[in-house]
C-alpha cells in the first residue's frame, strides 16, 4: 500500500492526493500554514486557559469534570489539572462493558494517588450491545467521521460526551476536559465554550441513529428541550495536550510513578480499551485504513514521534484472542448475527 512519504496516511484515505515526491496534501497544507505557527500558538492557549483558570474557578465546588477511560492520556490530563493548575476535580468513568481489567485496576489506583472524586456511569449493556453491533454492520454517521474514528468508537464516544457534559450542566462545573493528543483534534479546538445551538446539532447527530437502532431508550443519557432552555452556566471544552509539552514515553514514565501499569491485553494504539481491537479490524476491513492513521499522522508532522514509530503502532496486528472474546461478547456466540467482514 502506497503511503506518503513524510507521514503515514495510506492512498485509501479520504481525500488523499501525492505529489511528485511522494508528499501528501495533508502534509503540504501543514507545512504551509501550521508548523511555523504551532509554537506560538500554543503559548497563546495556555495563557487563554491560565485566564479562564483565573476568571472561572473560586464560584463553584468542581471545577472541572474528566472523562476518565484510565488510558495514559487521560491519566496524565487528570495529573496535570490537579496538581499543575491545582483544580478541584470530579472525574467520570463511563464503562462501555468492554474496559480493560487492567485500566479499571489503573482508574482505582490513579483516583487514590491523586485524591479526587469519581463517578462510573455503566449504561445498560444489551442497549449498547446493539449499538456496537450495528456499528461492526454499517455505518452509523457521516463520512467525514470515517476519517478519524471507527463507527463503533464514534458511537461510544458519542454516549461518553452526552454523559459527561449533562452531568457538567447539573452541577455548574466549568470545564470538561478530555485526555486527547495532539493528534486527535487540533490546537484551534483545545479550549472552546459549548453553546446550545452547537450542541443541539452535534447531538442529534448521534442521538439520531442511536434512536433509530433503540428507540427512546438512552435518550435519558442526552439532553433534552428543558436542558437547552435552561439557564445553565456552559462549560469549555479543554483537553490540555494540545497546547501542552507532549512526550508519550515521558507521560508513561509520569503516571507510572502513581502506581499506573500499561494494560497488556488492548491494542498498539490503546490503554483502555479491548473494544478498541475490534472497532479498528471492522473498520480496517470496510474501509482498508487503520482509524487511527489521521491521529498517527498527525504526530509524525508535529515531531512528537517518527513514522518508523507512528507505523509501527498502525500495522501491528490486534490480538485474535481479544478479537474473539470481544466478539463472543458482542454475538452471544451466534455466527448467524456476525456482519458480512466477519464471517
Same mark, same amino acid.
Given at each position: 500500500?502506497k503511503?506518503?512519504q513524510?507521514?503515514?496516511?495510506?492512498?485509501t484515505f479520504?481525500g488523499?492526493h501525492f505529489?511528485e515526491k511522494?508528499?501528501c496534501?495533508?502534509?503540504?497544507a501543514?507545512?504551509?500554514?501550521g508548523?511555523?505557527k504551532?509554537?506560538?500558538n500554543k503559548?497563546r492557549?495556555?495563557m487563554h486557559?491560565?485566564?479562564?483558570?483565573?476568571?472561572l474557578?473560586?464560584?463553584?465546588?468542581y471545577?472541572?469534570?474528566?472523562?476518565y477511560?484510565g488510558g495514559k492520556d487521560s491519566?496524565?490530563?487528570?495529573k496535570i489539572?490537579v496538581?499543575q493548575?491545582k483544580?478541584?476535580l470530579?472525574?467520570v468513568?463511563?464503562?462501555?462493558g468492554?474496559l480493560s481489567p487492567h485500566a479499571?485496576?489503573?482508574?482505582d489506583?490513579?483516583?487514590?494517588?491523586?485524591?479526587?472524586?469519581?463517578?462510573?456511569?455503566k449504561?445498560?449493556f444489551d442497549l449498547?450491545?446493539?449499538?456496537?453491533?450495528a456499528?461492526? /454492520?454499517?455505518?452509523?454517521?457521516p463520512?467525514?467521521?470515517?476519517?478519524?474514528? =471507527?463507527t463503533?468508537?464514534? =458511537?461510544?464516544?458519542?454516549?461518553?460526551?452526552?454523559?459527561?457534559? /449533562?452531568?457538567?450542566?447539573k452541577?455548574r462545573i466549568?470545564f470538561?476536559?478530555?485526555?486527547w493528543?495532539?493528534?486527535?483534534?487540533?490546537?484551534?479546538?483545545?479550549i472552546f465554550?459549548n453553546?446550545p445551538s452547537?450542541?443541539?446539532?452535534?447531538?442529534?447527530?448521534?442521538?439520531?441513529?442511536v434512536r433509530s437502532?433503540?428507540?427512546?431508550?438512552l435518550?435519558?443519557?442526552?439532553?433534552g428541550?428543558?436542558d437547552?432552555?435552561?439557564?445553565y452556566?456552559w462549560?469549555y471544552?479543554?483537553?490540555p495536550?494540545?497546547?501542552l509539552d507532549?512526550?508519550?514515553?515521558?507521560?508513561?514514565?509520569?503516571? =507510572?510513578e502513581?502506581?499506573?501499569?500499561?494494560?497488556?491485553?488492548?491494542?498498539a494504539? =490503546?490503554?483502555?480499551?479491548?473494544?478498541?481491537s475490534?472497532?479498528n479490524v471492522v473498520?480496517k476491513k470496510r474501509h482498508?485504513f487503520?482509524?487511527?492513521?489521521f491521529?498517527?499522522a498527525n504526530?509524525v508532522r508535529q515531531?512528537y514521534?517518527?513514522?518508523a514509530e507512528?507505523?509501527e503502532k498502525l500495522?501491528?496486528?490486534e490480538?485474535?484472542?481479544?478479537?474473539?472474546?470481544?466478539k463472543?461478547?458482542l454475538?452471544?456466540?451466534r455466527?448467524?448475527d456476525?456482519?458480512?467482514e466477519?464471517e
Amino acid at each position: 500500500m502506497k503511503r506518503c512519504q513524510n507521514c503515514v496516511l495510506p492512498e485509501t484515505f479520504p481525500g488523499i492526493h501525492f505529489d511528485e515526491k511522494g508528499v501528501c496534501n495533508y502534509c503540504r497544507a501543514f507545512n504551509n500554514n501550521g508548523k511555523q505557527k504551532m509554537q506560538s500558538n500554543k503559548e497563546r492557549y495556555r495563557m487563554h486557559f491560565d485566564e479562564l483558570c483565573a476568571k472561572l474557578i473560586p464560584a463553584h465546588n468542581y471545577d472541572c469534570i474528566a472523562a476518565y477511560s484510565g488510558g495514559k492520556d487521560s491519566t496524565f490530563t487528570l495529573k496535570i489539572l490537579v496538581e499543575q493548575y491545582k483544580l478541584r476535580l470530579l472525574a467520570v468513568t463511563v464503562d462501555n462493558g468492554f474496559l480493560s481489567p487492567h485500566a479499571l485496576k489503573n482508574i482505582d489506583l490513579v483516583s487514590e494517588a491523586l485524591n479526587i472524586d469519581r463517578i462510573t456511569v455503566k449504561p445498560q449493556f444489551d442497549l449498547l450491545r446493539e449499538i456496537f453491533v450495528a456499528g461492526s /454492520k454499517n455505518d452509523l454517521f457521516p463520512p467525514k467521521t470515517l476519517e478519524r474514528a =471507527s463507527t463503533i468508537c464514534t =458511537s461510544c464516544m458519542g454516549i461518553v460526551k452526552a454523559i459527561v457534559l /449533562k452531568t457538567a450542566l447539573k452541577l455548574r462545573i466549568p470545564f470538561i476536559a478530555y485526555g486527547w493528543s495532539p493528534g486527535q483534534a487540533p490546537l484551534s479546538a483545545s479550549i472552546f465554550h459549548n453553546n446550545p445551538s452547537m450542541i443541539q446539532q452535534m447531538q442529534k447527530a448521534i442521538q439520531t441513529p442511536v434512536r433509530s437502532l433503540i428507540g427512546p431508550q438512552l435518550d435519558h443519557v442526552f439532553l433534552g428541550e428543558k436542558d437547552f432552555a435552561a439557564d445553565y452556566l456552559w462549560p469549555y471544552n479543554i483537553h490540555p495536550l494540545a497546547f501542552l509539552d507532549y512526550d508519550e514515553e515521558k507521560i508513561v514514565r509520569i503516571i =507510572s510513578e502513581m502506581g499506573w501499569n500499561p494494560p497488556s491485553d488492548t491494542d498498539a494504539n =490503546s490503554t483502555n480499551c479491548l473494544l478498541n481491537s475490534y472497532a479498528n479490524v471492522v473498520h480496517k476491513k470496510r474501509h482498508h485504513f487503520n482509524p487511527y492513521a489521521f491521529e498517527m499522522a498527525n504526530l509524525v508532522r508535529q515531531s512528537y514521534c517518527t513514522r518508523a514509530e507512528a507505523l509501527e503502532k498502525l500495522e501491528r496486528p490486534e490480538s485474535p484472542v481479544v478479537i474473539q472474546a470481544v466478539k463472543n461478547k458482542l454475538y452471544n456466540n451466534r455466527d448467524k448475527d456476525l456482519p458480512a467482514e466477519e464471517e
